[in-house]
């Protein structure tokens, strides 16, 4: 299994990203998908998920401003990040699977890329 994710960057509060997550290795249409972020000094936080039905799921410090999707014909993940905040800022990652429990340990179980960096700043 290899994740890589893309599309981090420098953004302003308010604005926008767009991140993807490459899946190889493993057959991506048959597993639900997680995106988690981990901000300097803390641990891994759930952010969103989608399932293979397409079914999504957000954290509340995200709903409403963030967007998950799959494109199962590419093997990709994405997170659409709109108004975003300082504390937006951290490292994402994807990860192959929904955790058991939505808690760092639990994220931590799963199969994740190297992470992307967003900052949010002005």
């Known amino acids: 299994v290899q994740l890589v994710e893309s599309g981090g960057g420098l953004a302003q509060p308010g604005g926008s990203l767009r991140l993807s997550c490459r899946g190889f290795?493993?057959?991506?249409?048959?597993?639900?998908m997680t995106w988690a972020r981990q901000a300097p000094g803390k641990g891994l936080e759930w952010v969103s998920g989608?399932?293979?039905?397409?079914?999504?799921y957000y954290s509340r410090s995200v709903k409403d401003r963030f967007t998950i999707s799959r494109d199962n014909s590419k093997s990709t993940l994405y997170l659409q990040m709109d108004n975003l905040k300082p504390e937006d800022t951290a490292v994402y990652y994807c990860?192959?699977?929904?955790?058991?429990?939505?808690?760092?340990?639990?994220?931590?179980?799963?199969?994740r890329g190297q992470g992307t960096q967003v900052t949010v700043s002005s």
């Open positions: 990860a192959q699977g929904f955790p058991p429990v939505a808690t760092q340990q639990g994220l931590q179980a799963l199969p």
């Open positions: 290795g493993f057959a991506f249409l048959n597993y639900d």
């Open positions: 989608i399932t293979t039905n397409e079914e999504t």
